[in-house]
């Protein structure tokens, strides 16, 4: 071969060495962008209300507190920096944070995979993590950064491991700490080190990259963690081999673009899992027999996934399922993980490359498909939510601090953490994530109609009878169906029905729809008073009255 030809070949090795870490680039760069822009969208959840709403200031217990039994050391500095910069007027820079932390956790995965299967093996490996629709929960939801720190600090980890020097296991033991102040997922990645090193030279030399960071978990549950609610139980530990096995079966589904987020197709696609499962039990069978001995790391990888979904099914409550979507990324990575450990050393020829990226690609469509469904579905939630809190923001000088936003209330359900008091005291420190009066009329109608409803339930705006005749010059108006009586007066109404059957009211004030306000019948011959407390907003309010009969509106 002459010398061009030489160099020539040299580059193209060169470039198709590059070209995988070049696209799998690329596509974090349009993943990055596509999770902030939807993560933006969809409000703050629960999880995010309860750091900004109940963990004010920087002491201990605000720290240190558990959150779902976890650790959020890490969250917790994170998040109060950036509310402490930005405010909480928009999700975005919260958004930025946690999708930041997810792709580092893919590109050290990327990492992770290529030094045991090579750039093309990272590549098909780790591109549908990106777009991991399943896993919609955690990619969409900036909270979950305890997850995705965890991960990231975790792999980061072993791969220092790997260096087995003392300076490596120095750096190991500083990410594992990390990894556990992010999230108890690091415990699962200290089993993973203690087998790692439990089967190398001197393992009593190296006990410390586990013992320190493990002492300091135990100081943290002693002093905060055990304060948790936990659901152990002897059911859940019967139960856990199948959770397990459910475990892996719903992570290859989810990795293979094909589980369904919640709804109908959950069932199918966990049978769909399980075959896999199998399938893949005995591929990795096939695979061991090919080969001399065991691969040492595949054992810590497994030690990590087995103890993961072990540690979940003791755990196992209502919303904790191994198909529950917080799960799935990672499930999703762990199965990546045991895979590149168990094809260690193999290389794929350019025709499988090509059937292993069609498959990849295939995936990643399935998961959009899962991410835009979930999104649409959390947009809602979002939606409904800026209206309720809005309409509290208008009630800010007559609504009980006390007032707990419920699904009875506004159709969004808090589980008890919103409340009025809490939420006002944010909004006056780092500004409101919520509609204004200006921005309501023209919000989607399931906001509109979410701040009436509020509105409603807040004490102030009642419908009460009246012992009394009414003194007001008004006429008397026929209701035979139903009614409308628009800007009504400041203040409200009286009304008396003269004649006829009940006649129901309903209110409203930006909902355009319907009336979500019911305030009740009016009982024939009677007077009723109808209180419109004043608030921030001047929009007027409209009246629907539904039945048969004759009814006097009057000004109070």
């Not at 193209?12 to 690329?26: K, S, Y």
């Not at 990055?32 to 709403?53: A, P, Q």
Request: one cysteine or more; proline letters at 5%.
């Amino acid at each position: 071969m002459s010398a061009a030809g030489g160099d020539r070949a040299a580059g193209e090795d060169r470039f198709e060495g590059l070209l995988p870490t070049v696209l799998f680039a690329a596509a974090a760069v349009a993943s990055g962008v596509l999770l902030v822009v939807l993560g933006s969208r969809i409000g703050f959840s629960i999880d995010h209300w309860d750091v900004l709403l109940h963990r004010r200031g920087f002491s201990a217990d605000v720290i240190f507190d558990p959150a779902n039994e976890h650790p959020v050391i890490a969250p917790m500095l994170i998040f109060k920096v950036i509310l402490g910069v930005f405010g909480m007027d928009s999700l975005t820079p919260f958004q930025l944070a946690s999708t930041a932390t997810f792709l580092g956790s893919a590109a050290l995965l990327f990492v992770y995979v290529r030094r045991r299967v090579g750039d093309w093996g990272a590549l098909v490996a780790t591109l549908p993590i990106l777009f991991l629709g399943a896993a919609a929960d955690d990619l969409l939801l900036a909270f979950q950064i305890g997850f995705f720190g965890s991960m990231a600090l975790g792999i980061a980890m072993l791969l220092a491991l790997e260096r087995e020097d003392r300076r490596a296991d120095l750096v190991a033991c500083a990410l594992l700490v990390g990894s556990l102040c992010f999230s108890s997922l690091g415990i699962p990645f200290a089993i993973g080190a203690a087998v790692r090193i439990a089967t190398r030279p001197e393992p009593v030399r190296r006990i410390f990259v586990i013992a320190v960071p493990l002492a300091l978990y135990a100081t943290w549950w002693l002093g905060w963690g055990h304060t948790a609610d936990s659901a152990i139980s002897f059911q859940n530990l019967v139960d856990s081999p199948g959770y397990v096995v459910d475990g892996f079966a719903s992570s290859i589904t989810a990795l293979l673009g094909l589980a369904a987020f919640g709804g109908d197709g959950e069932i199918d696609s966990l049978t769909m899992g399980r075959v896999l499962l199998v399938l893949a039990v005995i591929a990795a069978a096939l695979r061991l027999r090919s080969l001399p001995r065991v691969p040492a790391w595949l054992w810590v990888s497994l030690s990590i996934a087995l103890a993961f979904w072990f540690l979940a099914a003791l755990n196992a409550i209502p919303l904790r399922e191994p198909t529950s979507s917080r799960y799935q990324y990672i499930g999703a990575v762990f199965i990546v993980m045991i895979a590149a450990d168990l094809f260690r050393g193999a290389r794929a020829g350019r025709e499988a490359i090509a059937v292993l990226l069609t498959v990849a690609v295939v995936s990643v469509v399935g998961n959009v498909k899962a991410l835009a469904d979930a999104y649409r579905e959390q947009l809602d939630f979002a939606v409904v939510s800026e209206g309720a809190l809005g309409a509290i923001e208008l009630a800010a000088e007559r609504v009980d601090p006390a007032f707990t936003l419920g699904a009875e209330n506004s159709g969004y359900e808090s589980l008890g953490i919103l409340d009025a008091g809490s939420y006002l005291s944010a909004v006056s420190a780092f500004g409101s994530p919520a509609y204004s009066a200006e921005e309501l009329p023209a919000a989607p109608e399931e906001a509109r109609v979410a701040a009436d409803r509020v509105l409603g339930s807040i004490p102030g705006l009642a419908l009460q009878p009246l012992g009394r005749e009414v003194t007001a010059s008004c006429e008397p108006t026929p209701v035979e169906g139903t009614r409308t009586f628009e800007d009504l007066p400041a203040g409200g109404v009286v009304l008396e029905s003269h004649s006829g059957d009940d006649v129901d009211v309903r209110l409203r004030r930006f909902a355009t729809e319907s009336f979500p306000i019911e305030l009740g019948p009016l009982t024939p011959r009677r007077v009723y008073e109808l209180e419109l407390p004043s608030d921030r907003s001047g929009e007027p309010w409209e009246l629907e009255l539904t039945g048969a009969g004759s009814v006097r509106a009057c000004r109070r």
